[in-house]
């Protein structure tokens, strides 16, 4: 009777190691089959990439596309003194001169919405602008300059387009700085420079002679004439008898 009972208990525990043996040897098997999945899954290998080659050559090839220089939308202020409004199209902000040109954002509802500086954008009513603009050469824009303000010097014509801090190491610090919204006007003897986003846009002439040059204005309207060239604007502001004159590089 006694050796039957330890008979019993032996098989009880042979039967205990058997199923704790199946279990381990199941849960083995499982992690392997899960381990043998995980490296053959495509989708593991490309999840992130291994290096950031692949992102720059993606960053290269979006940046270094050619970009086309005339392919913004752009308007030019087509009446003198044109009024620019705020976002609710009520509060004025700036006033914008004949021949201004300006990207343009959108139009929604008879206003256009333009960017006047890197900062700031503005609306003008749509019957304000125009797409259209008689282009003149630069050398005839460059000619009626010279026949509205024949003191001028040609060293001018390199001021324009340049930083305003390259222009003052070449012709000294101004007599006055003023700021509007959207520029700032540095002023010496005779004439000042328009300045924007820290170049320099133009150069203004006040209480000159009324004078009219030789060639045809794109637009001639009472208070602004505007003469546009290929890369040059000249603008002139009748008023009291003299007249503004503005050169401009687009």
Do not use: C
């Not at 490309?46 to 392919?71: F, R």
């Not at 390259?166 to 540095?186: A, F, M």
């Not at 890369?231 to 009291?240: A, D, E, G, I, V």
Request: hydrophobic share 40%.
């Amino acid at each position: 009777m006694k050796v039957g009972r330890l008979s019993r208990a032996a098989t009880r525990r042979r039967k205990r190691l058997f199923r704790t043996t199946s279990v381990i040897a199941l849960l083995l098997a499982l992690v392997g089959m899960i381990a043998l999945a995980a490296l053959l899954d495509p989708k593991e290998d490309t999840a992130l990439p291994n290096s950031d080659e692949i992102a720059t050559e993606m960053v290269g090839a979006e940046t270094e596309k050619p970009v086309d220089g005339d392919s913004t939308d752009h308007v030019y202020i087509g009446k003198p003194f044109t009024t620019v409004y705020a976002d609710d199209r009520e509060t004025v902000v700036y006033e914008a001169d004949l021949g201004d040109k300006y990207e343009r954002l959108e139009t929604i509802s008879g206003f256009v919405k333009v960017q006047l500086n890197e900062r700031m954008t503005g609306w003008v009513t749509e019957e304000s602008v125009t797409t259209d603009a008689q282009a003149l050469s630069d050398d005839e824009v460059v000619a009626a300059w010279q026949q509205v303000v024949p003191s001028a010097s040609e060293s001018v014509l390199d001021w324009i387009g340049k930083d305003v801090a390259t222009v003052r190491e070449q012709i000294g610090s101004p007599l006055v700085v003023q700021r509007d919204q959207v520029n700032e006007y540095h002023f010496y003897d005779g004439f000042f420079l328009m300045v924007r986003n820290q170049q320099v846009r133009a150069v203004d002439w006040d209480k000159q002679a009324v004078t009219s040059p030789d060639v045809e204005a794109t637009s001639e309207q009472a208070s602004g004439i505007w003469y546009e060239g290929e890369n040059y604007q000249l603008k002139l502001f009748p008023y009291s008898g003299v007249m503004r004159v503005r050169l401009e590089k687009k």
